[in-house]
């Protein structure tokens, strides 16, 4: 089931073109991420599609609602921005139980706990806000987030200006989230580690168009099957490559040293090889990490 879609989504502000037709599926239970560099539109497509800003041409709807019209489907939303939106001088407890009731939760007092403890900040709920560090504003905030037990999470930025112990156990805390309540999480980052951790599927954003959408597992696949082979030495390793060249499925094939890469157009698998009377030591299927496909993808934005 789809839990976001968004359709041909445009985005004009004085003239100036920031999201041109923006097209994407979130499905219910993704941790789904939204990449792109600064600048790329990921704010301004989030915000659309909350009903906080009015898009140009398209829609985005949430669970079939558009959010700037649906009171109903907005309180099953959460929302944490770059900024935590909580007051600063008020007790962590204080400002939960003023959004609490806010939101119209009945158990006020039994909800607030239950979200501290999920977040890891019960021990602090007497705390002013002010007094926090930046990893437990952070918490904090996500709290006042889940208060309303959302079906759909949006965080923008969320592990921004975290030191690495603080974003490794964020992380932590949305990964528990999304797997515990089958909650489905939209993501904006552009912190490429964090998305290779905890997503599920990815689209990239660049100058208000997305360049690329998928599951990581597609969206990390080459063009071509990509093994490298190892062999006990170099004499092996030239007589594989004199095999490899003259089978029709090999693109490509390359040694070095004892090591032989090689482009496939379809499977070549070690039993064969094994076959051929090649003293294989190690066989690698290699898939392209997530920088590599970001990278490449920007450039080919920058070049288009």
């Known amino acids: 089931m789809k839990a976001i ?3 041909h989504l445009g985005k004009s502000i004085a003239g100036h073109e920031i999201l041109r037709d923006v097209s994407l599926d979130v499905h219910q239970g993704d941790i789904f991420a939204f990449l792109g560099p600064n600048g790329a539109g990921k704010t301004t497509t989030m915000r659309i599609v909350l009903g906080l800003l009015n898009p140009t041409a398209g829609q985005a709807l949430v669970f079939g609602e558009d959010l700037s019209t649906s009171k109903e489907m907005r309180r099953k939303v959460g929302v944490l921005f770059e900024r935590h939106g909580l007051y ?10 003023h959004y609490a009731r806010l939101f119209g939760i009945i158990d006020r007092q039994r909800k607030v706990e239950e979200v501290m403890e999920e977040v890891g900040i019960k021990d602090r709920g007497d705390d002013a ?5 930046t990893g437990l504003k952070r918490r904090a905030g996500l709290a006042r987030a889940l208060l309303g037990e959302p079906e759909v999470l949006f965080l923008d930025e969320p592990t921004s200006s975290l030191d690495p112990q603080a974003q490794k156990d964020f992380r932590t805390i949305i990964q528990d989230l999304g797997h515990r309540r ?3 999480v939209f993501l904006n980052t552009h912190n490429l580690d964090e998305v290779q951790r905890i997503c599920s599927r990815v689209a990239i ?12 597992e597609e969206i990390r696949s080459p063009k071509s099957m990509e093994v490298e082979v190892v062999l006990y030495n170099e004499e092996g390793a030239r007589e594989a490559v004199s095999r490899l060249l003259a089978d029709s499925r090999v693109m490509e094939a390359e040694r070095r040293g004892s090591t032989v890469d090689m482009s496939l157009r379809s499977p070549l698998w070690v039993k064969e090889l094994v076959g051929w009377g090649l003293d294989i030591k190690e066989y690698r299927i290699r898939t392209r990490s997530l920088d590599e496909v970001y990278f490449e993808v920007l450039g080919q934005g920058a070049t288009a």
Request: overall charge neutral; aromatic content about 4%; cysteine-free.
């Open 5 to 7: 879609e968004i359709e």
């Open 129 to 133: 806000v002010f007094t926090l560090s």
């Open 205 to 216: 954003l660049d100058r208000g168009s997305v360049r690329l959408s998928g599951t990581m």
């Open 88 to 97: 600063e001088r008020l007790t962590v407890r204080n400002n939960l139980d």
């Open 182 to 184: 089958k909650m489905t």
